[in-house]
């Protein structure tokens, strides 16, 4: 059966947001914090940091995983980073998974005042970024030079719960993106068609980054053991379908290979908007096996 996640726009107190908790109790095998600095057109809305809400989710829930989605070098450097998703993994008691990407232009690039970078440096900060994070959270004591990043003597101390380290996602629709999925335990996608589109453009989209990313793991050897492929649904969910749409979707997805999707929390109004009672309705349908 396709494991099914949420994600939740971090806009919520974290000390007291009841969401995380509900999603557990609806079965879902995931909840993702998004981790922008600001995003979109809720810039200058309610945002809070993502590690202390992901934290905060730990502490509310106990068998749900929880995780990023997606976190990118834009504004974070890999020791201190790997320090918090460390922690974090401690927190909820290996229940952390790290979604992460190149980063893209807009408000996470540019709130540093950092240098506008191409897609080919991104990329190559991409990679370093992915490379040294796995270093510091598989070694006790690291040391790193790199074109983008250093590290001097970098301590993760205890270690993650999850050994070697907890799961990377990664999320990329380019080939050089895919590859370094496949060095590592998921890729992510929402396909190749632009934001906004028909929905059956979109699903196309998804076909051909599909069959994209089949053809490099071939080219590969194949994916490792229990490697995930995750769909994010939410530029096909803005705003929120019903449940039968949502499990339609699903199946879709199943179809093409995804192991999981990931699908927003429904909010009050746009971006998301919908109602709980859609989002319950869909887990429902889960539970009682609707999608196989």
Not at 23 to 43: I, P, Q, T, V
Not at 91 to 115: E, K, T, Y
Not at 180 to 193: C, D, I, P, V
Not at 261 to 269: A, E, F, G, N
Request: glycine content about 8%; aromatic content about 10%.
């Amino acid at each position: 059966m396709i494991r099914v996640g949420v994600a939740l726009l971090p806009e919520v107190d974290p000390a007291r947001d009841d969401r995380w908790a509900r999603a557990e109790e609806l079965g879902f095998a995931h909840a993702w914090c998004f981790d922008h600095l600001a995003w979109r057109s809720l810039a200058d809305s309610d945002w809070h940091a993502t590690v202390p809400t992901l934290a905060a989710a730990a502490m509310h829930t106990s068998t749900v995983s929880i995780g990023t989605f997606v976190a990118s070098p834009n504004f974070r450097h890999p020791v201190p980073f790997a320090k918090d998703l460390m922690t974090l993994d401690v927190m909820s008691r290996g229940r952390l998974i790290a979604a992460i990407g190149a980063g893209a232009p807009g408000f996470d690039a540019a709130m540093l005042g950092g240098p506008e970078l191409s897609p080919t440096q991104r990329h190559a900060r991409f990679e370093e970024f992915v490379t040294l994070l796995d270093v510091v959270l598989r070694e006790r004591r690291s040391n790193w030079d790199g074109t983008y990043f250093r590290a001097l003597e970098a301590r993760s101390i205890p270690g993650p719960v999850q050994q070697p380290r907890p799961p990377f996602v990664i999320a990329a629709n380019g080939p050089r993106g895919m590859r370094l999925a496949l060095r590592n335990e998921g890729w992510a996608t929402m396909g190749f068609a632009d934001h906004g589109a028909e929905p059956e453009a979109w699903w196309r989209g998804v076909a051909q980054a599909v069959a994209r990313f089949d053809e490099l793991a071939e080219q590969a050897g194949g994916a490792g053991e229990n490697f995930a492929r995750y769909l994010d649904l939410m530029a096909l969910a803005a705003p929120m379908g019903t449940a039968e749409k949502l499990l339609d979707d699903a199946g879709r997805a199943a179809e093409l290979g995804f192991t999981d999707i990931v699908v927003p929390w429904p909010r009050d109004s746009d971006p998301f908007a919908g109602s709980l009672a859609a989002i319950e309705e869909f887990a429902d349908g889960l539970t009682a096996g609707a999608v196989t």
